[in-house]
């Protein structure tokens, strides 16, 4: 087991070095000179010169990788050039808005997708399995912000139960975030519930064949026990590890969702860089979903191996 | 009992034993794919025959008829400059279908050789590769795809080659992974002991057997493509106005929702259905080539 762990973990360095080296290839991308586009209008010689030197921009490319990765490593991401504020600070600022947001559509997507997709493996070829399975195809297809937008039309703009934009901070007001909360939950919640279906579904559908389940049917279980406790407890296994590499799905849609909402997390934060031209913002956000991303990526896959004894043995 | 003359069995059996014969006969007895396939071919004729169906030119505005709702003139309504919804719809499939396809032909040109070589060469530069596809893979897909197309410059061609290298990692997994179980088949091998050299056992012998996970994989891919593209031109971040996108239109709606709300209706109606379709047809197509997964 040692030998997985310590092997697992150290295919993360390799990974790590390589997400750093796109991150940091974004910049190369940039047409013309950062140093010209720094400077402003009136592009006085001395201030190129010395934006240059400041930025290392005068130093070749395998070094100033060094110098970028080296503050990396620090914790130093650089610095937000339009709300002069290191963006490590930005990141940790917003990170919780959206890990509340994604952790309510996470309990949405379990709520949904794993009593439909149970039921449609059950219930298997009738109109119940037939409608889950529509279920997951309109989930998938689905843009999520045109969602948004349909149910802001029904519950802010027709009836006017819910607010339409806008975060207030459960430490604020809890009953206020939860009720800000619900749609976008909902929205980002949706798609994923979709995934978590199909994958319970075809989990169960191969857990209810298996000879540990008959044996219980034939000793004369009662059908809910078999499904619940012999079938879904052991389907669940792949299910759940499976729903972690929906991170980064999660982190996709928590993008639009908070456009469509006005939610000030990391979503929206990446898009007022990019239209801001923040591009160190840019940078440090790609690079810390990406190491969250691993690290889930990480943690499923032990959590797989511990709960898996074939695995362990 | 007649003993049938071999040519004549053969002959027989010939239509039976090619596997794109069996599975498209497969997959035209599948409903669900070939609706989707129905309404794929009608937004493909809307986007090629845009300029002769379409009711009014969809950049014409007409400022005494400002957010109309939906009437005879207008049978989508009209946007906050007077534009025609329905023909402003009618064009946003091109960009729309457009975006797919480019961005899945760059992921297929640079992930299939990618995948190919990665697959057949395999020790140290497999290792490499696949460490690079995983660093890829680390980052979200439309996170990545915002960062490239906010370091490119926000157009549609940007937003094509975004989406194209942020979906290409999925095609060298899928490409490797089929290239190593298909290398250690008898005919590669019998291919081998004849001398062929490297290039012509993946060309001829590799490729086309690999071809069919990777035309659903790419079907389904188009899809995907579809919606990022709708979601970067709704960030502002893909086609750029006057020029019509059904993202971009949705990104307008966006601030009209309660005065206008057919803005936003029609758009997102296209999208779903347009997606849906791709899914319907690329599951479609994954049952029809591989009948395990049914």
Redesign the interface.
Known sequence: MLTYLVRRIAIIIPTLFFVSIIIFGLQQLLPGDPALALAGEERDPNVIAFLRHKYHLDEPLPVRYGIWAIGVLRGDLGESIRINKPVLELVREKLPVTAELAGLAIVVALVIGIPAGVLSAVKNGSVIDYGANVFALWGLSTPNFWLGFLLILLFSVELGWLPASGFVSPSENLKQNLLTLIMPAFVLGNAIAAVMMRHTRSAMLQVLSADYVRTARAKGLNERVVVLKHGLRNALIPVVTLGALEFGALLSGAVLTEQVFTIPGFGKLIVDAVFNRDYAVVQGVVLCTATAYIILNLCADIAYFLVNPRLRA | MTAVPVDTARERELPDDRPWKRALRRLVHRRGAMVGASFVLFFVLVAIFAPMISPYAPIATDWGAVRKAPSWAHWLGTDEIGRDVLSRVIFGARASLKAGVISVLISLSLGVPIGLLSGYVGGFLDGLLM??V???????????A????????PNLTNAMIAIGISAMPAFIRLTRAQTLSTKVEDYVEAAKAVGNPHYRIVLRHILPNILAPIMVQATLAI?AAI?AE??LS????GQQPPDPSWGSM?NT??NF??LA?WM?WW??LA??VV??SF??LG?GLRDALDPKHR
């Open positions: 460490r690079i995983d660093a890829m893979l680390a980052c979200p897909f439309l996170i990545l915002i960062a490239l197309a906010a370091f490119l410059g899809a919606i709708a979601s709704f960030l502002g971040l949705l709606a966006k929702l309660s709300p936003a758009p997102g999208i779903f997606v849906l899914n319907l599951d």
